[in-house]
């Protein structure tokens, strides 16, 4: 081997070795285990309901407080009627290039039926929500002449296209049972089938273009990032609940996730490179294609054990409860949620492992949630609520998967403000209110640098493209209108017995 060629593969490898160290994706609210909350009275009370007060939406929060949902069986439908949410993206493709879009949801949210079993302790429910729902893409296309070409005297046609597509759906499924222990203490088991399906694709073109009075010299460079999986997982949880005459608790320990099934895998990268140089010595051209899909590629998209501690006081001499929820989510060691090349043999393969592969886990994390209601008469309930929204992957140490592709989202922590009123109009109930959510990160990386591109930018290793700075800033807006009904049935059964846990 002569030492031209041990040059070309020195540097094709250094070459290749920093086009994927910096390989990352950016998604968006997806990385939140409390981005949404389940039934309208659940939402309005911002998710503080472990210990009661929650509705139907006990079978998510707390089964045991399924027992108290009222005195007959009922069918609860709940929906986001209107769903904006608002992103501002400052310099994240360069300096002075902001990307704000508005996004727009009209969509079903929650579904359950609670059957309260004549002369039995026990009570049963099932349900079907929207876990979470995402749908974003973002576009930029840009021009302008600049000298990026030093061999070539004179301004160049400096092109830039990025594309951006995340769609994300958790759709869960459940059944519960709630004992009624006695007139003060219930447990409750639910068990959910969570359906997750991602679709993600990241493309970026650049190119500049040279023309002279005899050619045209056009150097280009192009990467394209494409994740798809359908994930399907069984998650339990279990309750319990008890009550005093001005108190009220309850605990819910939520198990891991276990993967059942995984559907439509496949993993993508392709990068393109050609006619770039750097300090006057042209970089090999070179066109990569990695690919792997079907069996090839494991699934395993995983939620944390957690404990959630609640506890509602209810005012004496007052129609007012305040709600407290506290949930602690346990650490998920760095893992590969899509695997490529589970056992690689070869230098090859252990290549397209790394660089195929997609890293998470989760950190430490405690949410908290407080609510406040208060009952004018028997016919309407006015409802406050707040609660936090930590990020898991915020400084998340990624260890022995560090420079692998991540599903990273923009490292902000999520704050809810939520209010509204619940009506009782000819014996069934009719919520209404409004969720607003905020959010801030500043001084992260840019995701391109499209504003003062070099030929070859030696820092990332990246063709066409300026240095990264941490420059990019992102704000979040969100407004939700929430509507309910719960439709009472059975009037006429005669049951055992139970006091509401809400005292009226």
Do not use: C
Not at 22 to 32: D, E, G, L, P
Not at 104 to 118: G, K
Not at 375 to 401: A, H, I, P, S, V
């Amino acid at each position: 081997m002569n030492t031209t060629t041990k040059k070309y593969i020195l540097s094709t490898v250094v070459f290749l070795t920093g086009i994927f160290s910096f390989s990352t994706i950016k998604a968006q609210q997806s990385n939140y285990y409390w981005a949404q909350n389940f039934n309208s009275v659940s939402s309005l009370l911002s998710g503080a309901v472990v210990a009661g007060g929650g509705g139907t939406s006990s079978i998510y929060y707390n089964p045991a407080n399924i027992s108290n949902v009222g005195i007959n069986s009922n069918l609860s439908v709940s929906a986001v009627m209107f769903s904006w949410r608002y992103y501002k993206r400052d310099n994240f493709l360069g300096n002075g290039i902001n990307l704000n879009n508005l996004e727009f949801f009209v969509q079903p949210r929650f579904i359950t039926y609670v059957d309260r079993l004549p002369k039995s302790k026990f009570t049963l429910a099932g349900t079907v929500f929207t876990r979470i729902h995402e749908r974003t893409e973002i576009n930029y296309v840009g021009q302008q002449y600049i000298d990026i070409l030093k061999s070539y005297p004179g301004y160049e046609q400096y092109n830039a296209y990025y594309n951006y597509r995340d769609r994300y759906n958790d759709t869960w499924v459940g059944l519960a049972a709630s004992y009624a222990v006695s007139q003060k203490f219930y447990w409750g088991m639910s068990a959910f089938v969570s359906s997750v399906s991602r679709q993600y694709l990241q493309e970026i073109e650049n190119s500049a273009v040279a023309m002279t009075d005899k050619d045209i010299f056009t150097a280009i460079y192009n990467s394209r990032v494409y994740v798809s999986y359908n994930n399907y997982r069984i998650i339990f949880k279990i309750g319990m609940a008890y009550k005093t005459d001005h108190w009220r608790f309850g605990i819910n320990l939520s198990t891991p996730s276990f993967t059942v099934l995984s559907t439509d895998r496949k993993l993508l990268y392709t990068q393109n490179q050609d006619n770039i140089t750097y300090q006057g010595k042209p970089l090999p051209d070179s066109t990569i294609f990695f690919s792997r899909q079907g069996n090839r590629v494991t699934s395993h998209v995983r939620l944390p054990f957690s404990v959630a501690l609640g506890t509602v006081y209810l005012f004496p001499h007052s129609n007012s409860r305040l709600y407290f929820t506290i949930e602690h989510f346990f650490p998920l060691a760095p893992y590969l949620s899509m695997e490529a090349y589970p056992h690689p043999n070869t230098p090859g393969e252990r290549l397209m492992h790394r660089y195929l592969s997609v890293a998470s886990g989760s950190k430490n994390l405690t949410n908290v949630a407080v609510g406040f209601r208060w009952e004018k008469n028997r016919n309407l309930g006015l409802m406050l609520g707040f609660r936090t929204d930590f990020n898991y992957l915020k400084n998340f140490n990624f260890g022995q998967y560090k420079g692998y592709k991540t599903l990273v989202n923009t490292l902000s922590d999520n704050y809810h403000f939520t209010g509204g009123a619940e009506f009782t109009v000819l014996g069934q109930k009719v919520i209404s209110g409004v969720e607003l959510t905020y959010s801030r990160s500043k001084n992260q990386k840019q995701v391109a640098n499209f504003t003062n591109p070099v030929e070859y930018n030696a820092k990332e290793h990246i063709p066409l493209q300026g240095p990264l700075e941490n420059k990019a800033s992102i704000h979040y807006f969100a407004i939700k209108l929430y509507l309910s009904a719960t439709l009472n049935f059975g009037g006429g059964k005669k049951l055992i017995k139970r006091t509401p846990l809400t005292k009226k």
